[in-house]
């Protein structure tokens, strides 16, 4: 089955600089990508998502790369600002409809005023 | 407004007891998922289900069960509560036609003694 591998498990930026969370998967098939945010006791959201036909895309301050050669993703987050502030999950599936998706281990991004 | 809604937020059993976690989605979805959220571990699917009386089991199914009677409708279900199974749980569902987002509930706190 597929495996998401995520790093940093933690990360810390001054507020204002920019923050980049790296994805790695192993099935080649791949190829849906969302990014979920989950801040301090809430459910995880979907904030961004990239299909492995393009190799970027990108919402206001938000984007997310893909390079399927190497099979990994990573979402850029520019201007942080303390709203920022959660767990980030990368996830992978394989097609539409009713594949199931796998996540990595998260990101807790910390934004320093 | 997608609206996934479990029934327990915080639960506090003990070690033997059987725990039924409910999930209930107001829009129609076909798939429904439970994940199971852990420090460092991320999220990890336990059982999934496409269909009404069907289901899947996900990766770290041992110890768990499921039921999906109506399309609305999943539950999990700890046969015979342990202490290894205090977690966060997170039900999930999606749209088989919308790509693989999925939409998270609020999450169960659940700790066994």
């Known amino acids: 089955g597929e495996n998401v591998e995520q790093h940093p498990s933690t990360l810390s930026v001054q507020e204002g600089d920019s923050a980049v969370i790296k994805c790695t998967y192993s099935d080649s098939a791949s190829n849906y990508f969302p990014w979920y945010k989950q801040e301090l006791g809430k459910r995880p959201q979907l904030i961004i998502d990239i299909r492995s036909n393009v190799g970027e895309k990108k919402d206001q301050r938000i984007a997310v790369t893909l390079n399927k050669t190497a099979k990994h993703f990573s979402l850029h987050i520019t201007e942080t600002q303390p709203e920022d502030s959660a767990v980030y999950f990368c996830?992978?599936?394989?097609?539409?409809?009713?594949?199931?998706?796998?996540f990595g281990t998260g990101t807790r991004l910390t934004i320093i005023p | 407004d997608v609206k996934v809604t479990q029934s327990s937020r915080y639960l506090v059993k003990r070690t033997g007891e059987k725990v039924f976690l409910e999930c209930v989605q107001d829009m129609d979805h076909e798939n429904m998922f439970w994940y199971r959220q852990d420090p460092g571990l991320g999220l990890r699917l336990i059982y999934f289900s496409y269909d009404v009386k069907m289901k899947e089991k996900g990766d770290i199914p041992e110890g768990y069960s499921v039921s999906r009677e109506k399309k609305e409708r999943f539950s999990l279900i700890l046969e015979s509560a342990s202490t290894n199974q205090t977690s966060m749980y997170l039900c999930?569902?999606?749209?088989?036609?919308?790509?693989?987002?999925?939409?998270f509930g609020e999450g169960s706190w659940l700790t066994v003694v």
């Open positions: 999930a569902s999606s749209l088989q036609s919308s790509g693989n987002t999925i939409y």
């Open positions: 996830a992978a599936s394989r097609s539409f409809g009713n594949e199931k998706l796998t």
